[in-house]
């Protein structure tokens, strides 16, 4: 009799797990934006937050919890029910990069589900506007020239312009300083455009209008193709270093466990969401590339992501936190 009835509450506990997935969302979600609002994770999150709202009649909470390299916020969703009721918006550093970064963390960051890449923004490599080196090629052979007294600034430790710098070093056998700014990605400009900084590899988003105006020089795109608004920029494959490909990128991710038909069922539903066309509209004006992808393709990117910037972490020494 015993073995009947825990057979009976295994099956009523499935046929209640199963309802409760086809029924997804039947409350309000929140989505935990690891960053401080006002940026492209936090403007993005928002404006599919809006469509999911729409098409699912629940509302989707976006709700700022920034610090400690993205990790609290990351903690937050960790810790979180594996139900699709809280959702993590970020980009690259909880996911693929903090792992290699820090001793300690209190979240596994290949144990989230990734959802969908929401989009990319590319990584360009700007000088200051009288820096002597007028292409990539000559960059390599003035810095080759001057080993260890060509700065480059970053926004700080561990993120994308930062290892991407590393990545630079390391095929060109070049040696830069690096110059950590702590998150400011204006200061960075800032210190370019003054000529207090040589160089930077920083995301096209915040340098187009300065690159437009002549404050600094781009001299080309960390991306294997050239992007529609820098038609005449190389990018850096063509400048001859194929394998200096860098971008940011922003995603939204499901703590663990979570079941796989929400996960594919929210999957379907963001990419709906980006192809909407003032939700195109709105991230060309922010010089953001729509991102999109089945689960298995953005599950696939993640892990690749995540190898890639351990292997550059590890090559440059750069030490754990």
Do not use: C
């Amino acid at each position: 009799m015993g073995r009947i009835l825990a057979a009976i509450a295994i099956v009523l506990l499935s046929a209640a797990a199963a309802a409760a997935q086809s029924d997804y969302p039947s409350k309000p979600v929140k989505i935990i934006v690891n960053v401080s609002a006002g940026g492209g994770v936090d403007t993005a999150s928002r404006m599919v937050a809006d469509k999911l709202q729409a098409r699912f009649a629940q509302p989707f909470v976006v709700e700022n919890r920034p610090g400690a390299g993205g990790n609290i916020g990351a903690e937050v969703v960790y810790a979180s029910e594996g139900d699709g009721y809280t959702l993590l918006a970020s980009s690259p550093t909880p996911l693929v990069i903090n792992g290699w970064l820090y001793k300690k963390l209190s979240f596994d960051p290949a144990g989230f589900e990734p959802i969908v890449v929401m989009a990319h923004i590319p990584n360009v490599l700007v000088v200051r506007p009288d820096f002597p080196a007028k292409t990539v090629a000559e960059l390599v052979a003035h810095a080759k020239a001057n080993p260890g007294k060509l700065n480059y600034g970053s926004q700080g430790i561990g993120t994308a312009s930062h290892l991407t710098g590393e990545l630079f070093m390391t095929l060109t056998g070049t040696k830069l300083i690096h110059v950590p700014y702590k998150g400011n990605t204006a200061a960075v400009l800032t210190d370019i455009i003054a000529g207090h900084l040589d160089m930077s590899f920083i995301q096209f988003a915040a340098v187009h209008e300065l690159g437009q105006g002549g404050k600094l020089n781009v001299l080309a795109v960390a991306t294997d193709k050239r992007l529609e608004v820098l038609p005449d920029v190389p990018t850096m494959g063509e400048a001859g270093f194929p394998q200096v490909i860098s971008e940011t990128w922003n995603a939204i991710s499901a703590s663990p466990k979570t079941p796989a038909p929400i996960v594919a069922r929210l999957n379907a539903a963001i990419n709906d969401a980006l192809r909407e066309s003032d939700v195109a509209a709105r991230f060309r004006e922010l010089q953001l590339l729509v991102g999109g992808g089945d689960v298995a393709a953005t599950r696939a990117f993640v892990a690749d992501q995540r190898q890639l910037w351990g292997a550059v972490i590890k090559a440059a020494g750069v030490p754990m936190q």
